[in-house]
């Protein structure tokens, strides 16, 4: 969906963005591992659908991943996940200080969990499953 400029962004599409220095590993790990769908590569970026939204992954010379959380999915069953993404090679993160369970799962006191891990740029990815009926 477009909106018009009197609309203002609460009804615009997100168009989310990251960075690679290494573009053929980053598409193999999003559409392959990740299995978003791609949508276009050229000489800017990679474009993948992730469930409507779209990811640019811009192609850099030079790129420091954030020391945070750069980009996350809601999931219904973290502890499935977890576990699919780990049987494609993908290793949850771990971070001192943080009580995590064996899979790298951590219990938040609001009652989600979460589980952290990175892209071969080190771009720090998430996932969140969130309690209750609605999983809002």
Known sequence: MTTSQHDGLG???????????????????YRATLGLRLVSDDGFALVFDAAGTMLRIQKVDEHRPPPFTALGWRVDDIAETVAALSARGVEMARYPGIDQDGSGIWNAPGGAQVAWFHDPDGNTLSLTEFPGPDRS
């Open 11 to 29: 009804a615009a599409d997100i168009i989310a963005f990251l960075a690679t220095t290494e573009p053929e590993r980053a598409r193999e790990f």
